[in-house]
């Protein structure tokens, strides 16, 4: 692993105090930065919320990475921390230490009572009790973040539109419902207190690390060799039916091109060519963290829903406008060549993005030497961590900054704390996202209806289909959507409005879904594409019978265009087979060949035919896979591959064909573009290679082998220890990994 870089060219990376480190920045035109706070209010922040008066509850992750072994890093110091400026002058004075014995947190969230939290493998309930004092501490959920590294396990706890919390990097999202509630579809209660009890049900596995919404309840994320990423359907879309699953797909929001104003030497792989500028820069995102959708009210209006991806390895953050096209995402680059800011400390380390109760934009600054973890650090970059003082001077500080326009003043920081929930109705309206999230959350946690008069005037009323989508969404979290408010939203003008009402329709009761059936049929004989595609997804809520004419007859309107197949069979649900009869209706001969396929049961494992040896190394392999290799990071739970993170592993040639190749890529790595079962990967990172760091001896790759070569439907037979170890001597002078032009 050659040094692209001759160690006396490389600037000097100390750690800087507050002022020195505000100096290093470079900042677009109309904005500036300020300081929210530093040590000794805030250290190694990563996540957060905002509660109901606008005060911060951070995880600080007090004990990642306080060496380049990563040593005692699993102890439980880390803290959960409530800052807050008690005088309004825009900085915390006050830091508030609500929990101090947390091992490594990663995601944070308000239900009633209390708060939701998780360390790094579970999650919990604590009570919130007068003073901002902890209460009672109850384990909700051992699994939360089992298995896998560091960089690679759930996290965040976002409260999206739908009123359920979801994570990055994970396939579960949890509902907090009244005592009293039904369960919803496909879920099961894992947790009660007095307060509330805890859904869980499996959501498309997404991102790496943070997660963010538009006002219409998508949510974008990122890999962490990509800028932000997002959804076109709402989450969960494509999960209705149990006997059929699709992939949600993700869409770029603008190119992976960054453009750091410091040199980046100090990168896992950068020793690897294609990685750096001539001059040291690094070119494409490495490590993108916690993205962001705007949706403030101090920035200029045409910043309102841009996206915002920090890149911590490049020291910057960059902005994308978002573009809407049929059935996909895309995005624009704000500024040409350029960031919306950098900096020209390496210690400098965007985690993690929020919209502030002042409209603004909150970033949190981990400010850490080392940023990537030690299961992955390679002996490249722990040159560059040693030899530049990089391990030195962490976990003990952290930073806050603000970024606001100078066009505006700071927007108030609205107070939703003690208010009743007709006085919460008005915040509905806010111009702040942030403010009409807090206000949702708020009133269905008080699941007072009194509101909801007020908030039906809401959706009749309003001019701004923001508004309306959310107050859709709230009469949702309240159990009172009724056939009468989907009426008005349907009649609408903007098509957002109307494809909403339809999605909260599906959440009426029985009696009121029969009794708009026939609305339904005729709305759907003038449906556009987005109306459609919903109507598809409801289609087993809502119809029945000779209904089913209607679904055969929109699939077939839009044959062909994105997601239309998908949506038809997600939304049969469970009751797919009462579509038999109108099958042969459908135009699409992919449409007709997928639902012929529907509940036909495939073998998973080759586990049984294996020998007892085999078995032991398979076994083996399935706790690496899913644990410290982590393999299932970039390949998926279900190898099917992650979006801009990595290929599939199922009926791949790399994975069946030869066992020399496929050790070659296990223990050297591999880039490039690939082709897996005749279709075409541009992942945007190289696959690390397991063979030079310490921690996987050749048993352990035996047994990844064995595992995915005998699961996920391959059946390939097993790779011994011997044949690993074979290929490790003949490949002993690899010290980088192969193109895959070398390996086809």
Same mark, same amino acid.
């Given at each position: ?51 109901? *008066?606008?005060?911060?509850? /951070? ?55 209390? /708060? ?55 396939? +579960? ?93 100090? /990168? ?48 910057? /953050? ?26 020209? *400390? ?75 929930? +007709? ?58 959507? +009724? ?94 087979? *009462? ?166």
């Amino acid at each position: 692993m050659i040094d692209p870089i001759a160690a006396d060219k490389i600037p000097a990376a100390p750690v800087l105090d507050i002022d020195k480190a505000l100096a290093s920045f470079k900042v677009q035109e109309g904005f500036e930065l300020e300081v929210v706070a530093s040590e000794p209010q805030v250290f190694n922040p990563v996540t957060m919320v905002f509660d109901a *008066d606008g005060r911060m509850w /951070i995880c600080e992750m007090n004990t990642y990475m306080p060496n380049v072994d990563g040593t005692e890093e699993e102890v439980a110091k880390s803290k959960i921390v409530i800052l807050e400026d008690s005088n309004g002058d825009g900085k915390v004075d006050k830091r508030t230490e609500f929990l101090n014995d947390i091992t490594l947190p990663r995601a944070i969230a308000f239900v009633p009572g209390g /708060i939701l939290y998780a360390d790094n493998t579970q999650l919990f309930f604590v009570e919130v009790l007068p003073g901002l004092k902890a209460g009672k501490r109850e384990l909700v959920d051992k699994d939360y973040a089992k298995g896998g590294s560091v960089e690679h396990k759930p996290n965040t706890m976002l409260f999206a539109l739908d009123n359920w919390y979801y994570n990055s990097k994970s396939s +579960s999202s949890y509902r907090a419902l009244p005592l009293v509630a039904k369960l919803p579809k496909n879920s099961k209660e894992i947790y009660k207190n007095q307060f509330f009890k805890l859904v869980k049900r499996t959501t498309e596995n997404r991102g790496q690390w943070g997660l963010t919404m538009d006002d219409y309840g998508r949510l974008y994320h990122n890999g962490n060799s990509s800028a932000v990423t997002g959804e076109y359907l709402r989450p969960g879309s494509l999960l209705k039916n149990p006997a059929y699953r699709a992939k949600m797909g993700v869409s770029r929001i603008g190119g992976n091109a960054i453009y750091p104003i410091r040199m980046n030497p100090g /990168i896992n792989r950068g020793y690897m060519k294609g990685m750096l500028h001539a001059d040291g820069k690094l070119k494409n995102f490495t490590a993108a963290s916690g993205s962001l959708v705007y949706r403030g009210d101090q920035f200029p209006e045409k910043y309102y829903g841009m996206a915002l991806t920090p890149e911590p390895a490049g020291n910057l /953050i960059s902005a994308r406008f978002i573009q809407e096209k049929e059935g996909s995402l895309a995005g624009k680059e704000i500024y040409n060549k350029q960031e919306l800011l950098a900096s020209t *400390d390496e210690r400098f380390r965007p985690v993690n993005l929020y919209t502030a109760a002042d409209g603004s934009i909150y970033i949190l600054d981990i400010y850490h030497g080392i940023l990537q973890h030690r299961v992955f650090v390679t002996s490249y970059l722990r040159k560059q961590i040693l030899s530049r003082g990089l391990d030195k001077g962490n976990n003990e500080r952290g930073r806050i900054y603000r970024l606001r326009s100078t066009q505006n003043k700071l927007s108030k920081t609205a107070k939703l704390s003690g208010l009743s929930a +007709s006085q919460l109705v008005s915040y509905l309206l806010h111009p702040s996202g942030l403010v009409r999230d807090t206000a949702r959350q708020q009133l269905v946690f008080k699941q007072d209806k009194i509101a909801v008069p007020a908030i039906v005037k809401v959706v009749g009323t309003s001019e701004d289909p923001r508004l309306i989508i959310n107050a859709l969404w709230t009469l949702e979290g309240l159990g009172a959507v +009724s056939p009468s408010v989907v009426r008005i939203a349907l009649k609408n003008d903007n098509v957002k409005v109307r494809v909403n009402a339809l999605a909260v329709a599906e959440f009426m009761n029985e009696a009121d879904r029969q009794a708009m059936r026939s609305e339904l049929i005729a709305f759907a004989k003038q449906a556009n594409y987005e109306e459609a595609l919903q109507l598809l997804l409801i289609s087993s809520d809502f119809f029945a019978g000779d209904d089913f004419k209607t679904v055969a007859e929109l699939a077939n309107k839009f044959k062909g265009k994105k997601y239309v197949t998908e949506a038809l069979m997600s939304g049969l649900g469970s009751n797919y087979k *009462d579509f038999t009869a109108y099958a042969s209706l459908l135009k699409d001969k992919k449409a007709k060949s997928t639902y012929a396929q529907l509940g036909k049961k495939k073998v998973q494992s080759n586990y049984a035919k294996l020998s007892k040896a085999d078995k032991a190394l398979f076994n083996h392999g399935k706790e690496l896979f899913f644990g410290h290799a982590n393999c299932f990071g970039c390949h998926g739970p279900d190898a099917e591959g992650l979006p801009n993170m990595g290929p599939p592993l199922v009926k791949s040639e790399w994975v069946n064909g030869s066992q020399e190749r496929l050790i070659k890529v296990m223990l050297h790595g591999l880039y490039g573009p690939i082709t897996v079962n005749k279709k075409k990967y541009n992942t945007p990172m190289p696959m690390p290679g397991l063979g030079a760091n310490p921690m996987f001896k050749d048993k352990d790759i035996a047994g990844i082998a064995t595992y995915i070569r005998n699961h996920f439907g391959n059946k390939s037979g097993a790779i011994s220890e011997k044949t690993i170890q074979k290929v490790r001597m003949a490949t002993k002078k690899q010290s980088t990994p192969y193109p895959v032009s070398e390996l086809q």
